[in-house]
Antibody, heavy 119, light 106 residues
Framework: QLQLQESGPGLVKPSETLSLTCTVS??????????WGWIRQPPGKGLDWIGS???????YYNPSLKSRVTISVDTSKNQFSLKLSSVTAADTAVYYC???????????WGQGTLVTVSS | SYELTQPPSVSVSPGQTASITCSGD??????ACWYQQKPGQSPVLVIY???QRPSGIPERISGSNSGNTATLTISGTQAMDEADYFC?????????FGGGTKLTVL
């Protein structure tokens, strides 16, 4: 059974870079058909797609975040990562990683990790 | 940019049928999916490719998509169905989520 687990600092200072890693277990990140995505959810609000990556490194980003986002993949570790630069309080959210099936639906999702932007 | 619109809230009595809509321009030409999210939990896929159910999702949860509207239908609604529901589609190389609908089982 495929599982995803987010990891990284829970507190980031304003103007710094948020960095998270998603570790995939129970399956290979190099499987064809699947992309791997990051989604966030501010407290009490809806879902906001950040971007998705293929094992080859091909990426799609949310246009509204594209200038600040970098998603990368490490197939040797079965992991993919998110970097979001110049963060502000508006970037405070639960960050989820998920398998992105054929650039359609996300399934399954990780448990999520709360990242708070505060000095 | 593409937008998906959902009603903020829907209420239903136990045992009745709940319908949650998701509207977007020519949404019927795209693949729509739906997620269920209970408080403090991660979203769970309940419908994909308009009407397909992942394994483990009960048959009383169904989906349709035509024209400008995708609909999630829950028949014989139970207290355990009370949750937030989000629709999602892929358009012009971007993922779009609806704003979410809070389903209350009264």
């Amino acid at each position: 059974q495929l599982q995803l687990q987010e990891s990284g600092p829970g507190l980031v200072k304003p103007s710094e870079t948020l960095s998270l890693t998603c570790t995939v277990s129970g399956g290979s990140i190099s499987s064809s058909t699947y992309y791997w995505g990051w989604i966030r959810q501010p407290p009490g609000k809806g879902l906001d797609w950040i971007g998705s990556i293929y094992y080859s490194g091909s990426t799609y980003y949310n246009p509204s975040l594209k200038s600040r986002v970098t998603i990368s993949v490490d197939t040797s570790k079965n992991q993919f990562s998110l970097k979001l630069s110049s963060v502000t309080a508006a970037d405070t959210a639960v960050y989820y990683c998920a398998r992105h099936v054929s650039l359609r639906e996300f399934d399954p999702w990780g448990q999520g990790t709360l990242v708070t932007v505060s000095s | 940019s593409y937008e998906l619109t959902q009603p903020p809230s829907v209420s239903v009595s136990p045992g009745q049928t709940a319908s949650i809509t998701c509207s977007g321009d020519k949404l019927g030409d795209k693949n729509a999916c739906w997620y269920q999210q209970k408080p403090g939990q991660s979203p769970v896929l309940v419908i994909y490719q308009d009407r397909q159910r992942p394994s483990g999702i009960p048959e009383r949860i169904s989906g349709s998509n035509s024209g400008n509207t995708a609909t999630l239908t829950i028949s014989g609604t139970q207290a355990m169905d009370e949750a937030d529901y989000f629709c999602q589609a892929w358009d012009s190389s971007t993922v779009v989520f609806g704003g979410g609908t809070k389903l209350t089982v009264l």
